[in-house]
């Protein structure tokens, strides 16, 4: 499977507890995006990689979230000290420059 | 700020009929992209259809086809002999042209049910 790829697809945490979620774009691809869709809404923007820099994030992503891209391969987004409003479906997209982006399915987080 | 609107939160339509989702959107660029997405249940979301603002001519992919107005901001998608595969979420959505941040803005959606 060449597509975009998330681990886990689902996760039930307890709040106050530190999550990780993977996303691992297509190969030839150096541009990825992390979204968030909460229930009844469209997906919103969350950050956006060149290859390995993080060149922008969202004010939705408070200081306690943090994403990383290294080697500009694979990515992580980590939420630390969950809170119930953090529920969601987490995505991820990747695109080459210029080219539509492709979507994995999703990471849906539920804290409880 | 760019914004995305999709006024119809449901629709339904009959197998082998044809329906029209509608999407306006705000923005003071001049150069940009408008696409339609389709979610089907526990799937990956998938491009649909994509649209040029430069190009005047209406996009068009195999039973689905878009009505750009670009005075209006106006961008609406037909699916014509509606399967029952066709039943999803569909999410207009926008970037600007550029070749750096290339995030997309979507609308809040509308859920297709086919009836049979």
């Known amino acids: 499977d060449t597509g975009v790829s998330q681990d886990p697809r689902h996760k039930i945490t307890k709040r106050g507890q530190n999550v990780t979620f993977r996303c691992d774009p297509i190969?030839?691809?150096?541009?990825l995006y992390w979204y968030r869709q909460t229930l009844g809404q469209g997906p919103e923007f969350l950050t956006y990689f060149q290859n390995e820099a993080q060149l922008e994030k969202s004010r939705l992503l408070s200081d306690r979230f943090s994403a990383e891209r290294p080697k500009g391969s694979f990515s992580t987004l980590e939420i630390q000290r969950t809170e119930q409003g953090d529920s969601a479906m987490y995505l991820c997209?990747?695109?080459?420059?210029?080219?539509?982006?492709?979507f994995g399915q999703g990471t849906r987080l539920t804290v409880v | 700020a760019q914004t995305v609107t999709q006024s119809q939160p449901e629709m339904s339509v009959q197998e082998a009929e044809t329906v029209t989702l509608s999407c306006t959107y705000d923005?003071?660029?001049?150069?940009?992209?408008l696409f339609w997405y389709k979610q089907p249940p526990s799937r990956q979301m998938i491009l649909v259809i994509r649209q040029e603002a430069y190009k005047q001519q209406n996009a068009t992919e195999n039973r689905f086809s878009v009505n750009f107005q670009k005075a209006a901001k106006s961008f609406s998608l037909k699916i014509s002999d509606s399967q029952l595969g066709d039943a999803a979420m569909y999410f207009c959505?926008?970037?600007?042209?550029?070749?750096?941040?290339?995030?997309?803005?979507f609308g809040t959606g509308t859920r297709l049910t086919i009836i049979p």
């Open positions: 997209a990747s695109a080459a420059r210029g080219t539509e982006a492709f």
């Open positions: 190969s030839e691809h150096n541009r």
């Open positions: 959505a926008y970037r600007i042209s550029n070749f750096g941040n290339e995030k997309l803005t």
């Open positions: 923005t003071s660029e001049s150069d940009y992209y």
